[in-house]
């Protein structure tokens, strides 16, 4: 299936999605726009963001149920980490939903063994 960048939202409907504070729209009070476009973009500062949906999940699952949204309408997502990268790799210029995972960061198990860990931010 084909990921469109034109398409109609129901901002309430995504809003409860995974419930309030978490999702916002580009017109949103919440943030000024330079602080909302901050989140759609790295430090190469080539690319100009162009993006008016940004999500904050705090869980694995909030993160299932975006993608999953996403999915059955035909929504891009762009994830956004640190936003230190100097590639131009996860920049949200067209349209993308941006998906910041900077809510996860609560360490909830670690495998010495395997040396990986599951984490989330309060």
């Known amino acids: 299936m084909s990921m469109t960048t034109n398409f ?6 995504l809003k409860s999605l995974i419930g309030p504070g978490k ?32 999500a904050f999940p705090t869980t694995t699952e909030e993160v299932a149920k975006i993608i999953k949204y996403a999915y059955e309408n035909e929504i891009s997502i762009v994830p956004s980490g640190g936003r230190t990268g100097y590639a131009g790799g996860a920049i949200a210029k067209n349209k993308e939903l941006v998906l910041s995972l900077s809510k996860m960061d609560k360490v909830l198990d670690f495998d010495p063994f395997l040396e990986v860990s599951k984490y989330r931010r309060e």
């Open 8 to 13: 109609t939202i129901n901002k309430s409907e």
């Open 23 to 54: 999702i916002f729209f580009r017109d949103d009070p919440e943030f000024d726009e330079t602080t909302f476009l901050s989140f759609g973009t790295d430090r190469t500062k080539v690319y100009q963001p162009d993006f008016d949906i940004l």
